[in-house]
């Protein structure tokens, strides 16, 4: 049953197949975490610099009860470019081991190589640095286009928890 | 092997069953919907049971580490209303409800909803005033701190007794102070770096040159804020020619957002009876933290030469704060705590009111103590590697403030408010030996006083930090006017005019000097020249009738005294120099009213008494004359 629902949801979103994009990266967003609204300058930086190297991004919102209408208003509002789909059976949040809005999966041919956060901004709630000092999805993705393939590793990102669905 | 089964059962036995509308409901509806529901600015609505089951792992993560609700202050260090902490008692009974499986429960165990009202809190204010112009706070970067201008149009002087701020419907503004700007001076300011505003973390203004009434409450918005008005009796007093100046902490989210906050006014029918007075402690000039240092500590303390109700306090730092501290150490050594923050957070500054006011007995000293951490391992630090950090109002520099609202107690005939300025400016040249601000102000105080020497002295002396201070020279060469020391006072006020050649009350005062110094011209001139640019000041139009009339040019004189006379129209001295120049033309009806209304205004005017009764003398004589044979 759950790889049923995995391979159609492969078949829709393409993440786990390879149609020759060098990796696939997932950045889980919720329209009511501030922490992850405020990232979304920064994730529209990263898919305008790496999306024409050969990396996909897909904003995936796994709140319960968003409409698709609601998502694309929302993304509409913080100016996403990026493609967005609604998650509200948590098939990527497990599929990626996301844990918190925001934080970004990184697959490569269909496999997991990262999971965490987009950078160290903020190292608790309410408590951010005023500039990043270290950016782990931006080096990911560059290792990526320099040819390289990390091994698989995972950062704590901090932010909303996305929440059971009971 | 027994006790281990019992164990095992002791951890499935399930507790009380806790359910939503019994137990959760009572805290989220006190706690966190005041914040968040609809229209208000936290990012989602925390009132019904689906709201806040919808977000009931993220409550357990932020109340277990007491990031929500956001209270600062340690508990035991202060008795504050409006307390927003939770107890481990409410801790447990969330996290057993969500494990328990967030049970809705039965709907009559509900509490009444909690009652919002929408817009403004205590319904329409007696006046609005709104930012002029918009701003656009960016989509992404760091923190905005900015000043805006907000000039205030009033006929008259009105007294406030409530003061509301509405942002405008985003949440970007994470908190704001208003400062009110009596002298205008910050509105030069405005727009210096081509933007609406100005920058800056803090603000600061100067008094009012003529009226010792200092700033005397907090005006602080933080989202959330309960309108409170002030108590009965402390209104505050707002002047025609004022400027607002907000100072608003602006946080981008992630998309670009329009702001432009209006103020609403509640003013209160009578004038305050109750002064209250903010004290600041405060060592700027001490920061001077290296790099690297995690424990540098700042501290300041103050004697209390009068006794005072504490009423709030408003502590105060930028990102390389870590704790603030304050108290007060009683005359017979006893310690009582103020406020103590352990993990200070600017984001969450706050004014605190406290629930029973604070008494404190003359005698007592204040005293703060913020310590610094700037290291790297202090995340909130702005500066990456870590730099030297000294006092300043950027958001690299620090500050280390605390400011205590205090109701001072009458005890002498001395206003305690004047004691507690003077105890607060001899702690400032303790701090600061060169200090301007403290000299004069101090120069001031002696002035007020009565102790014209000792007003010059000090005058003299901060004139020596800061001669090209125009307002300085002014109240320096007032006190030599008063002294009676014209040629000292004559020279002062040119300079003062040099420096600031639009400095009316300079101009005022060197027309005054001129005219008693016996400079009837020059002191015309001057009047002249203050009229051009406030045609309406009455004093400026009688004393330019004086001195005309001294010259005997009368003529020229008698429209200064009506225009006078009309703008101040309950002076006996201008009535009656009205009067002898409408009895010099011959007007002897109009000059007899004239006088007659200096003596109802002043029944002891004797020239008033006196040209009376020559000009009903003359009248009769005329009447006389004019009967026929």
Partial sequence: ?166 | MKCAWLALLSLRLPGPPVTFDKDIAPITYQYCAPCHHAGEVAPFPLLTYRDVRSHAAQIIAVTQRRYMPPWPPEPGYGDFAGERRLTEAQLRLIADWVKQGMPEGKPSDLPPNPHFTAGWQMGAPDLIVKMPQPYTVPAAGGDVFRNFVIPVDLKETKYVRAVELRPGNTGVVHHANIVVDRTRRLRQRDGEDGQSGFPGMDVTTEGSPDVFDPDSHFLFWKPGSVLEPEPEGMSWRLDPGTDLILNLHLQPKGKPELIQPTIGFYFSSRPPTLFPMLLQLEHDGALDIPPGDRNFQVTDELKLPVAVDVLAIYPHAHYVGKQIEAWATLPDGTRRWLIKINDWDINWQAVYTYRHPVPLPAGATLAMRITYDNSSANPRNPSNPPIRVHGGDRSIDEMGHVWLQVLPKKESHEDPRLLLQEALMRRRLEKYPGDFLAHYNLGALCQFRGDTRGAITYYQQALQVQPQNATARNSLAAAFMTENRLGDAIPELQEALRIDPAYLNARYNLARALAANGNPDEAAREYAEFLKQKTDDPDAQAGLGTVLLAEHRYDEALPHFREAARLKPDDADIQTNLGALLAMRGDLIGATQAFENALRINPDHQTARANLARARASLAAQRDAAKPN
């Fill in chain 1, 1 to 166: 049953m759950f790889a049923l629902a995995l391979a159609a949801l492969s078949q829709q979103a393409g993440i786990l197949a390879s149609h020759g994009e060098k990796a696939t990266v997932l950045l889980f967003i919720r329209s009511d975490c501030p922490i992850s609204n405020r990232y979304a300058p920064e994730l529209e930086r990263l898919y305008k610099k790496y999306s024409p190297l050969g990396i996909d991004f897909l904003l995936v919102y796994p709140e319960a009860g968003l409409t698709e209408a609601a998502m694309k208003q929302h993304s509409r509002d913080y100016g996403y470019s990026i493609p967005s789909v609604l998650d509200p059976h948590h098939e990527y949040v497990a599929r990626a081991k996301a844990r918190v809005t925001p934080e970004a999966a990184v697959f490569i041919h269909g496999e997991l190589a990262y999971v965490g956060r987009i950078d160290d901004r903020y190292v608790d709630l309410g408590k951010a640095r005023a500039q990043p000092s270290q950016h782990e999805l931006e080096d990911e993705l560059s290792a990526i286009c320099s040819g390289r393939v990390p091994p698989f590793h995972e950062t704590r990102s901090v932010g909303c928890v996305i929440e059971d669905l009971k």
